[in-house]
């Protein structure tokens, strides 16, 4: 990958006020943008924001509500006007040009994607993807082909003449997207271009963008407050934080070397359900059998559950002892041997906290279900084959297995467990032989088991959890830490 | 204590005298000018003569209407009735007059409107004195008319201007201040002049409202053209008074009746003007 600089900004600074310089002398002595607000009643937009985005790049700016995204990335087209600082477009100055210099930059090398699509509602479809070309003076017919070779790219043949009132959400964002195309930019620049979109058009947009990105080459600039859609597309994720970017890395790198304790907030509060450990991946452990039952029990547990084999448990801890094989089980039964006897006790086990990569090698030697036991030897959940499968299904499907390092399971509140084990609970394939099913109620109680109690809120299909997983983890995003008024009001 | 009565009478009568010996001349041309625009609209309007001119303005109302029957059926049964009761010359009187007034003060009003949706320091001098204008009765603007152009179809034609101008400045600064900030920006991000941001988009999208502003221009018209056969206008809203004065009722109801068919016929029209 050939890495040419596309755009460079250094020291970009933008006061929200009457008398910027004094801001920015505040700011140099080391004050916050709140106390500044405080003092001052202005605010502090962007704080001396340095970065470089690569040709052919998608550079996600991330950050919570009021960190100065938008601002950011008007700026890059100084829809607003930085007060200090260069933007280097292929190493033009474009905040040192003259009204009708900008007017070509933005003509010919950056196009806009918007929130809430921005169309034109007194123009077709067409008319609103022509019009980046139309205030060109580019001839009709020759904007009009240009214009359906970019709705075709967006796949929306057949909707040109359409009005945009008749369209879905999604298909005015194609809409919006064809727009910026039809100029054909180097550039693209999108804010939250899929915030206002439902979960599954959303997805699909973004794997559009994606498809789009690999066939056309843009340098995209992609605003979200989303941190799935980030590690989904971006090459490099800027985060940002009062105005300032705190970190800039490729997703890997956010996830695991988060530079402070902002970053490793943001990562942990959203990404929690996506972790995959041994705890976020296994299943209730039901049915189970005490080690003082007998083997008369043990298999008509096996027989109503449909199941080969059984973990045996002592005591209201359900403190492990081993696994039941159905075979056995009918030898103990004629020879009358108790259960300790005939049961396996070196069944495979394994730390909640356990990384899943660490997971999958065992569950491919062991021939028996893993159980996931705690430090006191509690039996928490059992992870069969198929479990794991639907996991990784969900992760591959946001394009990442590697996670960072797990908090100890003591630290996460059982609603945070609760969700993990539902986003990752997964109905085994008949082929598997499995161990546990969720439906039998068993005589042990369940309130302590750390596990979800499977009560109806199971989505048993592993590849769809993904968008509930990623609805919830954008809630704690929004709350608004930004004390000024909102921007986006007009 | 004695306060002495301020002379309020004759400072006015000073301040007129001093207006029309430096601006006499200008007066006279204006109120020239708008005499053949007046007269000119009302020759073209009689032009046709009724048995034309009814089904004429049904087919167009017809087509304005986007194919609208009842409005084409309405417009030839109004204008044949006028046309019955004999008022058709008056009416087509008071007909360009509206005309001639609204047009004038659209055509002075929208940019005014526009300006002032731009500019913040114009919209601050613009509004109070929009809002001082909405607190004054009708017939008062009758008596600056009347002091700078005597009696007659001008005076009545400049009050009406005056009297119908706000809504059109007013609702055409909203129209485009509501514009969302989202398509400007689109406009803006996509290297638009100045002038193709607001012929593109600013105004094709504030049309609904500037529109509503048109058709509130166009009601006021008529009811001042109406009110300003007090200063010697012609046309209906004369009928109207001559009837009040020999207490006619019949005359004076007929001319009433040709006003609101006038009146409904404008206001319809306009309404399907205008985008939804
Ligand atoms: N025109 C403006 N005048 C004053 N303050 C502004 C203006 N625009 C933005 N701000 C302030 O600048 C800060 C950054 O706003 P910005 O819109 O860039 O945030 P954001 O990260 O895009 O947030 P969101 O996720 O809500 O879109 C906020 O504190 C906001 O109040
Ligand atoms: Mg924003």
Redo the contacts between chains.
Sequence with gaps: MDKNIKLELRNITKIFGKNPPKVISLLNEGLSKSEIFKKTKQTVGLNNVNFKVYDGEIFVIMGLSGSGKSTLL?CL?R?IEPTAGKILIDGQDITQMNAKE??????TK???V???F?L???RTVLDNVA??L???GIPKEKRYSKALAAIESVGLKGYEHSKITQLSGGMKQRVGLA?ALA?NPDIL?MDEAFSALDPLIRSDMQDELLALEDRVQKTIIFVSHDLDEALKLGDRIALMKDGEVVQIGTPEEILTEPADSYVSKFVEGVDRSKVLTAESVMKRPEPLVSINSGPRVAIQLMKNHGISSIYVVEGKNRHLKGILMIGDALEALKTGKSLEVAMFPDSPRVAPDLPLNEVIPLIAESQYPLAVVNDSGKLLGIIVRGTVLGALAVSGENGRTETPEEKNPEEKTSEERKSAGKFFEYKPPEKIVFIGKNKGEVGHSSEDSGVTDGKGDIINDGIDSGAPAKATAKVPLRSDSGSGQEA??? | MLIPRIPVGDTVEFAVDWIEGNFGLFLDLTSKQLDLLISGLKDALLFLPPEFFIPGISLLSYFAGKRNIKLAAGTAFGFFLIENMELWELSMETLALVLSSALLALIIGIPLGILSAKNNILFHVVKPALDFMQTMPSFVYLIPALIFFGLGNVPGMIATVVFAMPPAIRLTNLGIRQV????T??A??????GW?KLS??EL??A?PTIMAGVNQCIMLSLSMVVVAAMIGVRGLGYQVLFGIQRVDIGMGFEAGLAIVIIAIFLDRITQYLS?R
């Design positions: 008007r087209n829809l900008l007017r070509d930059i933005r003509r950056i196009g806009m918007f929130q809430n921005a034109l509602p007194h019009y980046g139309e205030i060109q727009r100029n620049l986006k009001t007009c | 969302p900030k989202e398509l920006e689109v803006d991000a996509f290297g638009s002049t193709q593109k988009v094709p999208v049309l985008p």
